[in-house]
């Protein structure tokens, strides 16, 4: 099992200081206001980003924090206030551990328009377990018993590299807590998620496209102490 922070760059100090946020956040209402306007993401971002000569991860947090009003009124209407006592709810498995992993390491999160809290892991498609992964798997999993879920069924991405290991890991924490899990293993967990309801998930596109969703992580990263998060500035 390897010690290491997941999510951590030595520059992120530097990078997301309180004067570069307020630049990252100029950058996100300019780029919200390009794509009310039509403006693809990945064009709006590089041409705010250009503009303010943002870095390359400055430039991945901005994606990942922004969205146009259109955009966040469909996340914020598909989003529940509470998870109904008895329900079973449906979570995106990487995306919830890495989450909680990323917080346990000290590693920088990201406040976003939409209120999620998301990172900056990039895993595409590699994942190892770590020293925080247990703890990661017991927090989500209390706070779900401490909401009065019924069961929880973890959307496992089958390609990603130790899928298996982690749904091994995922099995025996349910089992300590005396939870009830289901584990699925699929091609795409998103495209499974989509159709769903009860969803965590941080995945912008699942919350937009779900039933319904429940923001899990925010009440996960508020119990916990000196959590490191960057929020964009107020206009």
């Known amino acids: 099992m390897k010690n290491v922070r997941r999510g951590f760059s030595p520059e992120d100090e530097k990078l997301f200081s309180e004067e570069e946020l307020r630049k990252i956040s100029l950058c996100a209402y300019e780029t919200a206001f390009l794509l009310e306007r039509g403006y693809p993401l990945k064009s709006a971002v590089t041409y705010t980003s250009n503009h303010r000569l ?5 430039r991945n947090a901005l ?25 079973t709810v449906n979570i995106d498995a990487f995306n919830a551990v890495v989450i909680m992993e990323t917080a346990l390491s000290h590693s920088i999160l990201l406040r976003c328009m939409d209120g999620c809290i998301r990172d900056l892991s990039g895993l595409s498609g ?5 020293s925080a992964t247990d703890e990661a798997i017991a927090r989500i999993l209390n706070k779900l018993k401490k909401e009065q879920a019924a069961s929880a069924v973890f959307w496992i991405d089958e390609p990603v ?5 982690l749904r091994e890991h995922l099995a025996a924490g349910a089992e300590a807590l005396s939870f009830p899990a289901e584990f699925r293993m699929v ?3 998103d495209y499974a998620l989509k159709k769903l309801d009860h969803v965590i998930s941080g995945d912008s596109q699942v919350i937009e496209e779900c039933i319904s969703w429940y923001n899990l992580y925010q009440d996960l990263i508020a ?6 998060i960057a929020e964009l500035s107020p206009r």
């Not at 119990?223 to 490191?228: G, I, K, L």
């Open 126 to 130: 590699t994942y190892s377990i770590i």
């Open 223 to 228: 119990d916990m102490p000196d959590p490191w």
């Open 54 to 58: 943002l870095a390359e991860r400055q």
């Open 63 to 87: 994606a990942r924090m922004t969205a146009c009003p259109y955009r966040l009124k469909l996340r914020q209407q598909k989003q529940l206030d509470h998870l109904d006592p008895g329900c």
């Open 187 to 189: 091609h795409d967990a």
């Open 161 to 165: 590299s130790n899928s298996g290991r």
